[in-house]
């Protein structure tokens, strides 16, 4: 497709500093050698955006680095790392890595039981934390900790050490030998050990190194169009390995600048004022957006019509740009308008200069996909796990094929098994699991595949698609095996649709567990009511029901759902219903909704 020839020599020059750094703290300071004054992080600081250069973030990791040293952290340390994104995040985390320490992030939302295990189980002596919540949920853990180091001033003191203290000491007492062990790092060494949220089951510490780091972000390099020019928002949580390599870490090797948004609930806002060229989402993003714009392009029956005119039309515009079908001067001219009455918009409401997109973390829906495409804003899914830093392959933005995840990545081999699952070999892929011998056996094949546990095909192109999860596979009772996740999003995808879980094992038939768009469902019936009086109302669960039935035309009669269940409220991460990436935990959503799932089938 057109639109993204690259400057190979730019391209080569940053994946060259990667291929030659032996730790990822020696890959960013062959950044800041060459980009010192240029802007690297920016965050909102009194309702202001401060940006640091890469000199100031290299300054503040060499004083942080100092500050951890004389709390006793070397070489072999685990230090933890509980915070949502902010530029100390980052600032912690090449530190730690600099003194050959290992960081353990832990989600800031986690409660003491969690925080225990990880904590217990990495041997971590060192937390770093936001706030009063992470401190009173690492308090509540009952794990030996030696230093606490809270980002927020207010809530230091009575033994616990403000952030900017660590950094003050640090720049007291220098250690003029810091830089010189930081670049003895080797790419064995471990960088970091990343507990699995998991939509089910105890969180396993994932061993990450530096050379797994560094050889993704080689490959990522090479085929995703990024240049030192990019400037992107940081939404994702930087505990994921997601937003650390793709983000994060892509950043601070490939000189570009990074903002960190607010919260989830200001990142409409933050788009306009940082106005990214480069995005890293879920695909929950591209839904809510185009759920917006729906909303506000079907007020009335002509504007409804025009509306589902232009979804048409950006689609056939992908189509034609693939080479799978012409497009009629008449089309053209149609696309034109609706550049103007509705794809402007779309492109305006990401902060009006994103040139690509890349999305992660859960199906994308591909006439989703083939929207954004149309409307000017080229989205590439990808696909990967912790367990192999995290990227397997990626859409080209030269030849996008919505419903792939895109060809392997060039130093990663993957192959099928038997049954279909997706096994894994690469200079990415863990070394195994921290303190689970039998896991490590369990999870390689004889000849060092990792096994993923997620059911895949090739195209004839050598296009990845990822079915579900392994163990997610529905088996009814009748013999038939039902792949939840293809299903789910396209349900997700209907207007008054929010979330949804297919469930089904041991039945007769697959039901679905529904979230409707309560504020949409009031828009379309001109009815009141708490979201909850409103899951018990006949003519939501009709809406919702006919709803059901026109998303899940395209599948097999036993793949779509016979009965409908509507949930009072949202699936949050709060409840420990979501993953950090917005995935559903299927095993708690079915205990917790029991009781409907049994009067489904009653």
């Not at 250069?53 to 290299?58: H, L, Q, T």
């Not at 003895?184 to 089910?200: F, P, Q």
């Not at 939404?235 to 994060?248: A, F, K, M, W, Y």
């Amino acid at each position: 497709m057109k639109g993204f020839e690259r400057d190979r020599e730019r391209v080569w020059e940053i994946a060259g500093r990667v291929r030659r750094a032996r730790s990822l703290p020696e890959a960013f300071r062959m950044t800041v050698l060459e980009k010192a004054e240029k802007p690297a992080l920016g965050e909102k600081v009194g309702g202001r955006w401060r940006e640091f250069s890469f000199r100031e973030v290299y300054r503040r990791v060499e004083d942080f680095a100092s500050g951890l040293a004389g709390l006793g952290v070397e070489r072999g340390s685990r230090v933890a790392i509980m915070s949502a994104n902010r530029v100390g995040w980052t600032v912690a985390d090449v530190a730690i890595m600099s003194l050959g320490a290992a960081t353990v992030p832990i989600f800031p939302t986690l409660g003491p039981r969690q925080v225990a295990h990880i904590l217990e189980d990495s041997g971590a002596r060192v937390v770093v934390v936001e706030g009063e919540r992470q401190l009173a949920a690492v308090r509540g853990s009952g794990a030996s900790v030696e230093h606490l180091v809270c980002m927020d001033e207010a809530s230091a003191g009575g033994g616990v050490l403000a952030f900017s203290e660590v950094e003050r000491r640090g720049a007291r007492s220098r250690d003029p030998g810091w830089e010189a062990r930081m670049l003895s790092l080797r790419r064995e060494d471990v960088a970091t050990l990343i507990y699995t949220s998991g939509t089910s089951g105890r969180q396993k510490g994932v061993i990450l190194t530096h050379g797994n780091l560094l050889s993704n972000l080689e490959a990522i390099i090479e085929v995703v169009p990024i240049t030192d020019d990019d400037v992107g928002l940081s939404i994702l949580p930087l505990s994921h390995v997601l937003e650390r390599t793709c983000s994060q870490f892509l950043n601070l090797v490939g000189g570009g600048t990074n903002y960190i948004a607010e919260s989830v609930e200001k990142v409409q806002e933050n788009l306009l004022e940082v106005r990214p060229t480069a995005l890293l989402v879920v695909p929950r993003l591209f839904e809510r957006v185009f759920a917006v714009i729906r909303e506000q392009g079907t007020a009335n029956p002509v504007r409804a019509r025009i509306f589902e005119s232009a979804v048409r039309t950006a689609r056939r515009k992908y189509r034609h740009d693939a080479g799978e079908e012409a497009m009629s001067l008449a089309r053209r001219l149609l696309f034109g308008l609706y550049d103007l009455l509705v794809y402007r918009k779309v492109r305006a409401g990401l902060g009006g200069r994103v040139r690509f997109c890349v999305s992660g973390g859960a199906r994308l829906e591909p006439w989703l996909g083939e929207f954004f495409y149309g409307a000017g804003v080229p989205v590439a899914e990808g696909y990967g796990l912790t367990e192999t830093s995290p990227v397997i392959s990626v859409n080209r933005f030269e030849d996008l094929r919505f419903g792939t995840v895109g060809p392997p990545l060039p130093n990663v081999e993957v192959r099928l098994s038997g049954e279909g699952e997706i096994l894994v070999r690469g200079p990415s892929v863990t070394p195994g699991y921290h303190n689970l011998p039998e896991e490590n056996a369990a999870a390689f094949t004889q000849d060092g595949f990792f096994r993923t546990g997620d059911i895949g095909s090739f195209d004839e192109d050598g296009y990845l698609t990822v079915t579900d999860r392994l163990k997610s596979l529905i088996v009814l009772s009748t013999g038939k095996n039902v792949a939840p996740q293809p299903i789910e999003s396209a349900l997700v995808t209907a207007p008054h649709i929010s979330q949804a879980v297919v469930v089904g094992e041991g039945r007769k038939y697959v039901s679905a567990l529904v979230v409707p768009d309560y504020r949409a469902v009031r828009a379309t019936l001109g009815v009141g009511g708490t979201d909850e009086e409103l899951a018990g109302d006949g003519r939501v669960q009709r809406l919702i029901e006919r709803e059901v039935e026109k998303a899940t035309r395209g599948f097999a009669d036993y793949e779509r759902p016979k009965k409908v269940a509507l949930l009072p409220r949202e699936l949050s991460q709060e409840a420990g219903e979501l993953t950090p990436t917005l995935k559903v935990k299927t095993r708690v959503v079915q205990r917790r909704y029991g009781g409907y799932i049994e009067r489904l089938y009653a």
